[in-house]
């Protein structure tokens, strides 16, 4: 209990304290240590985390593997990679410098200085160093196997989304309806095309969808019509008297009207989230600070 | 009209996986066949752009590369634009990653300025790695590195990406902390990025900063660009060719824009006509 | 362009073209995508955290060059001294190491709950003073100073502040929840699902925005690699796939997907 429970209770209480007090306390040594040391800590055991990440991937693809499971195949696969990308970052160095050029292995740098006759000499990349270095392995092996993988998956997600907007997002209420045409000015009035969208087109939609909108509550041709022909009849008119110009009037020109909902109405929306966000994390801070939230110890 | 309902109704009932093939069509056939669409600049790109030209000319400026290749094709063209904007004023960089893919997407960076040259063959950018710009690297703790550049830029890099010792660096001789660099640049993708670095970097210090973020977190930043926390923003894609054209060289952004104008222009269609389908079943529900 | 670029624009355009198959249906391709996509993310972040932080800043001020450690022959020169104290996350970190055999799993508990702590003490100060104090300071905004406009769709003007601060009040009440929501505060509150309503909009424009802009990348990837100078990789793997994955529909027609 001592151990299991009660210690990792009193590492946070203590920590968490130190830390919050870190932020009101004009003292150096709890600022230096609060500031330097505390945070370093932090990096070293967030990095560890990462290794004990990778182990019970490991353990748990083995496990698959060795009791053969439904895709275990893959689980194969999954093992064969982690050890590929494994061996590259941590038993190869990958970068082996002959002047400005950079070689995979000693034996390709040598083979480099003969072939040109060159006085060049091999100056391997440093242990550490090897990771971050232009042109070395690693590098390699994250441009053309981790980095498309990455950003594939996430672009996947755009047919997704194109799917979802065709078969899923219904406006079914007003609510849903607001969500929805702000989504779409939104969309529409980011990007070049917006600004190739006359605002007397829009007006002209909006009059129609009145007109649709009147006819589902009234259900009379004559007010419907008389709508139609009236409003049409009105935007023609300025439309003419003003020259058509397509921003004008600039409240019906998506670029403007998407910057001014962006702006106002979005933006009261997004500070009440943040707003609300931000005390939400105090609460839950101080909640674990103070004893009362424990849930980290999976309690 | 029930002929075209029944179309409609059809239609709204299609296999997903043609969706999939029509999205896939507006963004590639704009791709191949290049169109070029105006680029119209936003106030919050505007903002940026200007906040970048107060900052006195040759000072020192962190730039951190915040995000990985699933998100490149936003925040790469903001940050190269940023990279150019900032040695065209003659500012030294120091460029740093909470990200551990961001060193490589600085790595590409620098060597796309580097790699550019002018009409007569010469370099745009004679720039040199420790007199222009230094490699800090990548260091992991998020918001807990933020915390430890704010108070001791040593105690968080004490070598660079190269592997060499940070004191024995002259570009470095006068950086403590945060507060000797006269303006701080997140290009973000996510966590850990543009909210760690107004809490723990920006605000703290008070050191001027702004953001280029992913379209996904534009909404969830914008309160601090209305608070003057960030100075204007870039909001993906859009926000980067915006800024290209704010800073005239035109990238892979803008040539990306055509292709966006027409995947928006297919969504709103699929969003118009899907509820077009629904409401003609629900009103023939209702009438039966 | 050299052999290491050419095959690794192949393997990109493999794996790139795996993961889209998915699009058709879950296939062998997908999965062998996804799963390389497990094991190299693992061992790569692994890699770089061990050397860009573990290596330098725990390793480098446990034993440093000279150091009271110096004896066991580890040494590495990282400009640092010596420092004790760095026991404790080495100690920290070892344990979430071996909490991955069952019987020690408990072991993971402490370094968990020093990040927890450290987590805990940066954000309650950090979101309080930029989320909190600093919005609702910006919140409080200019409407009877006259210097504005009344109305202005680009910039500042009295409308548009009355918006933000009502929208900001409107939207912060609906989610004060210890009172119920009726009449004049339920009206009220109303209004402040509209305004949630258009901010959720709002991210739903963007998030579409984000993905095309992803796909749009990846397609640029992919036409790059459709060149000469990378042999054609695209187009090759493409046809491979399509020949595959039509001969693997037709054979496995009970797999077919209602």
């Given at each position: 209990?001592?151990?299991?429970?009660?210690?990792?209770?009193?590492?946070?209480?203590?920590?968490?304290?130190?830390?919050?007090?870190?932020?009101?306390?004009?003292?150096?040594?709890?600022?230096?240590?609060?500031?330097?040391?505390?945070?370093?800590?932090?990096?070293?055991?967030?990095?560890?985390?990462?290794?004990?990440?990778?182990?019970?991937?490991?353990?748990?693809?083995?496990?698959?593997?060795?009791?053969?499971?439904?895709?275990?195949?893959?689980?194969?696969?999954?093992?064969?990679?982690?050890?590929?990308?494994?061996?590259?970052?941590?038993?190869?160095?990958?970068?082996?410098?002959?002047?400005?050029?950079?070689?995979?292995?000693?034996?390709?740098?040598?083979?480099?200085?003969?072939?040109?006759?060159?006085?060049?000499?091999?100056?391997?990349?440093?242990?550490?160093?090897?990771?971050?270095?232009?042109?070395?392995?690693?590098?390699?092996?994250?441009?053309?196997?981790?980095?498309?993988?990455?950003?594939?998956?996430?672009?996947?997600?755009?047919?997704?989304?194109?799917?979802?907007?065709?078969?899923?997002?219904?406006?079914?209420?007003?609510?849903?309806?607001?969500l929805l045409v702000a989504g779409i000015i939104i969309m529409l009035g980011r990007v070049p095309v917006g600004s190739l969208i006359s605002s007397w087109t829009i007006m002209y939609i909006l009059a129609f969808s009145i007109g649709i909108g009147i006819n589902s509550y009234a259900k009379n041709r004559n007010i419907?019509?008389?709508?139609?022909?009236?409003?049409?009849?009105?935007?023609?008119?300025?439309?003419?008297?003003?020259?058509?110009?397509?921003?004008?009037?600039?409240?019906?020109?998506?670029?403007?009207?998407?910057?001014?909902?962006?702006?106002?109405p979005n933006l009261a929306g997004s500070r009440a989230i943040l707003i609300g966000i931000g005390l939400g994390i105090v609460a839950t801070s101080l909640r674990y600070i103070f004893g009362l939230e424990k849930s980290y110890l999976g309690e | 009209m029930k002929f075209l309902e029944d179309i409609i109704l059809k239609?709204?009932?299609?296999?997903?996986?043609?969706?999939?093939?029509?999205?896939?069509?507006?963004?590639?056939?704009?791709?191949?066949?290049?169109?070029?669409?105006?680029?119209?600049?936003?106030?919050?790109?505007?903002?940026?752009?200007?906040?970048?030209?107060?900052?006195?000319?040759?000072?020192?400026?962190?730039?951190?590369?915040?995000?990985?290749?699933?998100?490149?094709?936003?925040?790469?063209?903001?940050?190269?634009?940023?990279?150019?904007?900032?040695?065209?004023?003659?500012?030294?960089?120091?460029?740093?990653?909470?990200?551990?893919?961001?060193?490589?997407?600085?790595?590409?960076?620098?060597?796309?300025?580097?790699?550019?040259?002018?009409?007569?063959?010469?370099?745009?950018?004679?720039?040199?790695?420790?007199?222009?710009?230094?490699?800090?690297?990548?260091?992991?703790?998020?918001?807990?590195?933020?915390?430890?550049?704010?108070?001791?830029?040593?105690?968080?890099?004490?070598?660079?990406?190269?592997?060499?010792?940070?004191?024995?660096?002259?570009?470095?001789?006068?950086?403590?902390?945060?507060?000797?660099?006269?303006?701080?640049?997140?290009?973000?993708?996510?966590?850990?990025?543009?909210?760690?670095?107004?809490?723990?970097?920006?605000?703290?210090?008070?050191?001027?900063?702004?953001?280029?973020?992913?379209?996904?977190?534009?909404?969830?930043?914008?309160?601090?660009?209305?608070?003057?926390?960030?100075?204007?923003?870039?909001?993906?894609?859009?926000?980067?060719?915006?800024?290209?054209?704010?800073?005239?060289?035109?990238?892979?952004?803008?040539?990306?824009?055509?292709?966006?104008?027409?995947?928006?222009?297919?969504?709103?269609?699929?969003?118009?006509?899907?509820?077009?389908?629904?409401?003609?079943?629900?009103?023939?529900?209702?009438?039966? | 362009?050299?052999?290491?670029?050419?095959?690794?624009?192949?393997?990109?355009?493999?794996?790139?073209?795996?993961?889209?198959?998915?699009?058709?249906?879950?296939?062998?391709?997908?999965?062998?995508?996804?799963?390389?996509?497990?094991?190299?993310?693992?061992?790569?972040?692994?890699?770089?955290?061990?050397?860009?932080?573990?290596?330098?800043?725990?390793?480098?001020?446990?034993?440093?060059?000279?150091?009271?450690?110096?004896?066991?022959?580890?040494?590495?020169?990282?400009?640092?001294?010596?420092?004790?104290?760095?026991?404790?996350?080495?100690?920290?970190?070892?344990?979430?190491?071996?909490?991955?055999?069952?019987?020690?799993?408990?072991?993971?508990?402490?370094?968990?709950?020093?990040?927890?702590?450290?987590?805990?003490?940066?954000?309650?100060?950090?979101?309080?003073?930029?989320?909190?104090?600093?919005?609702?300071?910006?919140?409080?905004?200019?409407?009877?100073?006259?210097?504005?406009?009344?109305?202005?769709?680009?910039?500042?003007?009295?409308?548009?502040?009355?918006?933000?601060?009502?929208?900001?009040?409107?939207?912060?009440?609906?989610?004060?929840?210890?009172?119920?929501?009726?009449?004049?505060?339920?009206?009220?509150?109303?209004?402040?699902?509209?305004?949630?309503?258009?901010?959720?909009?709002?991210?739903?424009?963007?998030?579409?925005?984000?993905?095309?802009?992803?796909?749009?990348?990846?397609?640029?990837?992919?036409?790059?690699?459709?060149?000469?100078?990378?042999?054609?990789?695209?187009?090759?793997?493409?046809?491979?796939?399509?020949?595959?994955?039509?001969?693997?529909?037709?054979?496995?027609?009970?797999?077919?997907?209602?």
């Open positions: 209990m001592l151990l299991k429970r009660y210690i990792p209770i009193a590492i946070v209480a203590f920590f968490g304290a130190l830390t919050l007090s870190a932020w009101f306390i004009d003292n150096e040594t709890i600022e230096t240590f609060a500031n330097d040391d505390a945070t370093q800590f932090f990096d070293i055991i967030a990095a560890f985390a990462v290794f004990l990440g990778a182990l019970n991937l490991l353990k748990l693809q083995f496990i698959k593997v060795l009791k053969q499971q439904s895709g275990w195949i893959y689980s194969a696969v999954a093992i064969a990679s982690f050890f590929f990308a494994f061996i590259i970052g941590f038993f190869i160095r990958g970068a082996y410098f002959v002047g400005e050029d950079v070689y995979f292995s000693q034996k390709a740098a040598e083979a480099a200085i003969l072939s040109s006759g060159s006085s060049e000499v091999v100056v391997p990349v440093d242990w550490g160093a090897h990771v971050q270095t232009d042109g070395s392995l690693f590098q390699w092996m994250f441009k053309y196997i981790f980095s498309p993988l990455s950003a594939t998956m996430f672009a996947l997600l755009a047919f997704f989304v194109a799917s979802a907007s065709f078969r899923a997002f219904r406006a079914r209420n007003f609510e849903a309806s607001l419907v019509f008389g709508w139609i022909l009236g409003s049409c009849g009105l935007i023609t008119g300025f439309g003419i008297i003003m020259g058509w110009p397509i921003d004008q009037p600039a409240i019906f020109f998506l670029p403007s009207l998407q910057e001014w909902i962006y702006l106002v | 239609l709204g009932e299609v296999d997903r996986r043609v969706i999939f093939v029509l999205i896939g069509l507006a963004v590639l056939i704009p791709l191949l066949t290049p169109i070029s669409l105006p680029v119209r600049e936003t106030p919050t790109t505007v903002k940026f752009y200007d906040g970048i030209e107060d900052i006195p000319k040759n000072s020192k400026v962190l730039v951190s590369f915040d995000y990985g290749p699933s998100t490149r094709p936003e925040i790469h063209p903001m940050n190269v634009g940023v990279l150019r904007h900032m040695f065209r004023n003659g500012h030294q960089i120091y460029i740093s990653c909470l990200w551990p893919d961001g060193i490589y997407m600085a790595l590409d960076a620098l060597e796309e300025i580097t790699d550019e040259v002018n009409p007569d063959n010469v370099s745009t950018f004679n720039i040199k790695e420790y007199e222009d710009y230094i490699l800090l690297g990548y260091r992991p703790g998020a918001e807990a590195v933020i915390k430890g550049l704010a108070s001791d830029l040593r105690k968080v890099y004490t070598v660079d990406a190269n592997g060499n010792f940070i004191d024995d660096i002259e570009m470095m001789d006068d950086i403590k902390n945060l507060n000797d660099f006269a303006y701080i640049y997140s290009g973000s993708a996510g966590y850990p990025g543009t909210f760690e670095w107004v809490k723990y970097g920006g605000d703290p210090t008070g050191v001027p900063m702004s953001s280029g973020t992913t379209s996904v977190q534009v909404n969830e930043v914008i309160p601090y660009v209305q608070t003057g926390q960030l100075i204007g923003l870039l909001a993906g894609m859009p926000g980067a060719a915006e800024y290209e054209k704010l800073i005239n060289v035109p990238g892979i952004a803008i040539q990306g824009m055509a292709a966006q104008s027409f995947a928006h222009i297919v969504i709103v269609l699929f969003i118009v006509f899907g509820n077009l389908a629904f409401f003609i079943k629900q009103r023939r529900d209702r009438k039966y | 362009m050299s052999f290491s670029a050419i095959l690794g624009a192949w393997i990109a355009a493999f794996l790139t073209l795996g993961i889209f198959s998915y699009l058709y249906r879950d296939n062998p391709f997908y999965k062998i995508a996804e799963n390389v996509f497990v094991g190299v993310s693992a061992a790569y972040v692994a890699a770089i955290s061990f050397w860009t932080q573990i290596y330098p800043n725990l390793l480098g001020r446990l034993f440093p060059k000279g150091g009271p450690l110096a004896f066991t022959g580890l040494e590495f020169d990282f400009n640092h001294e010596f420092n004790i104290l760095y026991l404790f996350p080495m100690l920290l970190g070892v344990m979430m190491l071996i909490s991955v055999f069952q019987q020690f799993n408990w072991m993971a508990r402490w370094g968990i709950a020093y990040t927890v702590a450290i987590a805990a003490g940066l954000k309650a100060f950090g979101y309080l003073n930029s989320n909190v104090l600093n919005q609702v300071s910006a919140s409080s905004v200019d409407i009877f100073s006259g210097s504005l406009p009344f109305f202005s769709l680009g910039g500042d003007s009295v409308f548009n502040n009355i918006v933000l601060v009502v929208g900001t009040l409107s939207a912060l009440m609906y989610f004060y929840f210890s009172k119920e929501q009726t009449g004049n505060f339920g009206r009220f509150t109303r209004l402040g699902i509209y305004f949630l309503m258009v901010s959720f909009g709002a991210s739903f424009g963007f998030a579409v925005m984000g993905r095309i802009s992803l796909l749009v990348g990846r397609f640029n990837d992919l036409i790059e690699y459709s060149s000469a100078d990378y042999n054609y990789a695209t187009l090759g793997v493409l046809v491979f796939i399509i020949v595959t994955l039509g001969f693997w529909s037709f054979q496995s027609p009970e797999r077919k997907e209602n």
